[in-house]
């Protein structure tokens, strides 16, 4: 059973950073597609970061230079850190995984890239999600 533990929100200024992390267990897959998710009120579920079983990364371009996803040598917590926080990036945040087959309609429409599927092509289809940790940032 796949479980995603979200933690390390907070309130912060403009400007601020927070680190979140995500406990992940359960999932077994070779091939994985990794990231986080954000949704602010009244908004639909918007694509943050993402990371796959061979190491690449891909953000929103709202977010590039910002933040930055990672995972612990045991690939057992994934990381989120937040730099330059700016109000807009007000949201709760959730993290998921999924297998990550290349041939899946939500990857194959990016040429089989997990990051393309997880910011492009939204959160539909991936079947796993933690409790979600907010994060608020006050200008």
């Known amino acids: 059973q796949v479980q995603l533990v979200e933690s390390g929100g907070g309130s912060v200024q403009a400007g601020g950073s927070l680190r979140l992390s995500c406990a992940a267990s359960g999932y077994t897959y070779s091939r994985y597609c990794m990231g986080w998710f954000r949704q602010a009120p009244g908004k639909e579920r918007e694509g943050v970061a993402a990371?796959?079983?061979?190491?690449?990364?891909g953000y929103v371009d709202s977010v590039k230079g910002r933040f930055t996803i990672s995972q612990d040598s045991a690939k057992e917590i994934l990381y989120l850190q937040m730099n330059n926080l700016k109000p807009e990036d007000t949201a709760m945040y959730y993290c998921?995984?999924?297998?990550?087959?290349?041939?899946?309609?939500?990857?194959?429409?990016?040429?089989?890239?997990?990051?393309?599927?997880?910011?492009?092509?939204?959160?539909?289809?991936?079947?796993?999600w933690g409790q979600g940790t907010q994060v608020t940032v006050s200008s």
């Open positions: 998921t995984v999924d297998s990550w087959d290349p041939l899946l309609p939500k990857f194959s429409k990016y040429g089989g890239s997990c990051a393309g599927g997880l910011i492009q092509w939204g959160a539909a289809d991936f079947r796993y």
């Open positions: 990371i796959d079983s061979d190491a690449s990364t």
